[in-house]
């Protein structure tokens, strides 16, 4: 991987233009969030139901996982280093193909991915790991309900606020993710657990049984990846984002990918894949089965605190989306409008927390997961076919560039994971149909918006 500028034309670095937005995120500050918006609902919550999947070798489909991470990560670093801006991948997809209803759909299916993950952690919230702490009383779509409206109420207030919230709660899963590998060491110190597990596979014993549970599990894993496209999102509010988006997303991905394999080892090593998928707590289970005297309620807290933080960067990343497509007229620009003092996209913020709230009302915890890592899979094909096609587009400072068969495998990798061949259920191609049908619905109205206006 190679740093190279594409032209010699003198132009400013775009990390010294000054927009609307607050530039309020230093490069230490990038690399916890984008930690911290890996990091979360997915290895907390879908564990237990991966292991359903592929068994007892559960550490695999998160290596698989990890590896088509990393492909696409690279033509992110190449593009948010190239156009700054925070539409991200809808930014990218315009500029390459330069049709506007592919922009729109691929913009909306990303703002959707967001939401199906922030409303995958308000599930998360509500289950296992809440009941710990007050038994079954509570009803969990109210609370999965509240919960977004908080977090909504917290974005409003600054992007400051936000990611200092982020940065605490990164702080808080980490430790709970520490405390389950200390305990794995303890574990495999003692001579406790099932090294056995690990090579085990869920299937019928035919070739091609295994081949599809180890694609559909690495699909419903491949939810613990997401995130990292969210902070492309956040290029206009982050301090020289040319210089600092590199380091931190290739950071953030290494450091998540290796915890989440490790994590994966010693969940299987502990815990029986069946008890795992039967729980929506999964790491609890695992915590209670340790040998090690670690308060139950206590990591249970910690859980929520992870889940917390999925929950606001992805309220963060799609409200800042929104922003972003009204800015350039892919969305009514009543949804570029800021909060007057806080400099908050206001309009966005309440749009996609009212989506949410539509979610959350609607799905539980594995087909929201599943759902949000199959749009981002589609998502991303677009994207690396993208990177390449841009190459004939220079511009006039030196950014990331990514060897071209990083992008291409990372296609590949992309559309087999969203094919049939990872065997998902039928409710999770519904869902996302449904989603990009109401996308299509809303590119009609703001279609006739403008044309009325005289500006299309």
Known sequence: ???SGTSTTASPSPSAEEGPLRRAIGPKLLILFVIGDILGTGIYATTGKVAGKVGGALWLPFAIGFVVAILTAASYVELVGKYPKAAGAALYT?????VPFL?????????????????AAARAFSGDYLAELTG?????????????VLLAALNMRGVSESVKTNVVLTLVELTGLAIILAIGAYAVMSGDGEASRLTEFESDGSGYALMTGVLGATALGFFAFVGFEDSVNMAEETKDPVRTFPRAIFIGVAVTGTIYVLVAMVSSLLVDSRTLEGSSGPLLEVVKAGGVDFPHKLFALIALFAVTNSALINIMMASRLCYGMANERILPRAMGRVLSGRRTPVVGIVFVSLLAIGLVSTGEIEGLGDTTAFLLLCVFAVVNVAVLVLRRDPVGHKHFRTPTVLPVLGAVTALVLASPLADRPAEVYIRAGVLVAIGVALWGVNKVVLRARGED
Do not use: E, H, N, R
């Open 103 to 119: 922009t729109f759909i691929i913009a909306f299916m990303v703002m959707c991915s967001g939401l199906s993950s922030a409303s």
């Open 94 to 98: 315009q500029k390459a193909f330069k």
């Open 136 to 148: 079954d009383a509570l009803p969990p779509t109210l609370i999965a309900i509240t919960f977004i």
């Open 1 to 3: 991987m190679t740093t």
